[in-house]
């Protein structure tokens, strides 16, 4: 089943040092709207990339941590609009 503009932003937002509601919500309806869903999308699959790698135990610990890590951030900046073009809201 397709996800919503509502079904998107559904994730918590704890860890997002920037999260902006309106900015977040103007981004679905500006120019790039569609670039934004692919992006939230994305987030959701790094989360749960993340969420996997976290299980491992093949992997020295203080790699897997920054690892899961990463994939947590950029699904955060991928959030945050941050990879959106210039004025795209």
Do not use: C, K, S
């Amino acid at each position: 089943m397709p996800q919503t503009d509502d079904d998107l932003p559904a994730f918590d937002t704890g860890d997002l040092e920037d999260r902006d509601e309106q900015r977040a919500r103007a981004a679905l309806g500006g120019r790039h709207g569609a670039l934004y869903r692919n992006h939230l999308r994305i987030a959701q699959h790094l989360d749960a990339w993340a969420e996997a790698e976290g299980g491992r135990t093949d992997v020295d610990t203080h790699y897997g941590a920054g690892y899961t890590q990463a994939l947590h951030d950029m699904a955060a900046f991928l959030r945050q609009t941050y990879h959106l073009p210039p004025g795209a809201d």
